[in-house]
T-cell receptor
Framework: NAGVMQNPRHLVRRRGQEARLRCSPM?????VYWYRQLPEEGLKFMVY????????ESGMPKERFSAEFPKEGPSILRIQQVVRGDSAAYFC???????????????FGPGTRLTVL | AQTVTQSQPEMSVQEAETVTLSCTYD???????LFWYKQPPSRQMILVIR??????QNATENRFSVNFQKAAKSFSLKISDSQLGDTAMYFC????????????FGKGITLSVRP
């Protein structure tokens, strides 16, 4: 069973460009989470999605950031008009169940390192 | 809101010895999960161990075990027989039971295992 896949692993963008980060959850997992890690910091929650639904986006900036998890295909985290402060590692995690029982463990992808020039 | 505190930024241990990493948390929830994740230089986040708050027995995974003190809101990780491959950042994380299953992480601790 392949793990959580993220691509690209490294992404360089100039200020004002768009960044698209992709995440394919583990097979059988329908819950996807995005986290951001700034240098020397822990991971900070951004958004939680299930297929075609955003469950919790309380950690995502109101502007320029959006996320989706379509019925078919990977989850996408999109950052429009990137700024230098968006430079960070973005991690995706998936789990087979949400937080109300079952296996709630989140398994992480390798992350995407975004650098904004 | 939940908070997770890892007050030790760095620790060092001799290979084959035992080390304990501290973590405290603050919550008003009675049912929740606690995790330790490891992040080696490759930056991959790897699950080390998980504890359900309703279980009194401390979780154990091979050389890794936890000391879970619910009343004190403490969740420390003990690594026995430390190996060079244990060198990494270790993050403690909290998840409340229920529909919103996001993880709240501490700032992490850098563990170095000396040969």
């Amino acid at each position: 069973n392949a793990g959580v896949m993220q691509n690209p692993r490294h992404l360089v963008r100039r200020r004002g460009q768009e960044a698209r980060l992709r995440c394919s959850p583990m097979k059988g997992h329908s819950h996807v989470y995005w986290y951001r890690q700034l240098p020397e910091e822990g991971l900070k929650f951004m958004v939680y999605l299930q297929k075609e639904n955003i469950i919790d986006e309380s950690g995502m900036p109101k502007e320029r950031f959006s996320a989706e998890f379509p019925k078919e295909g990977p989850s996408i985290l999109r950052i429009q008009q990137v700024v230098r402060g968006d430079s960070a590692a973005y991690f995706c995690a998936s789990s087979p169940a949400g937080g109300a029982g079952g296996d709630v463990t989140q398994y992480f992808g390798p992350g995407t390192r975004l650098t904004v020039l | 809101a939940q908070t997770v505190t890892q007050s030790q930024p760095e620790m060092s241990v001799q290979e084959a010895e035992t080390v304990t990493l501290s973590c405290t948390y603050d919550t008003s929830e009675s049912n929740y999960y606690l995790f330790w994740y490891k992040q080696p230089p490759s930056r991959q986040m790897i699950l080390v161990i998980r504890q359900e708050a309703y279980k009194q027995q401390n979780a154990t995974e091979n050389r890794f075990s936890v000391n879970f003190q619910k009343a004190a809101k403490s969740f420390s990780l003990k690594i026995s027989d430390s190996q060079l491959g244990d060198t990494a950042m270790y993050f403690c994380a909290f998840m409340k039971f229920g529909a919103n299953s996001k993880l709240t992480f501490g700032k992490g601790i850098t563990l170095s295992v000396r040969p």
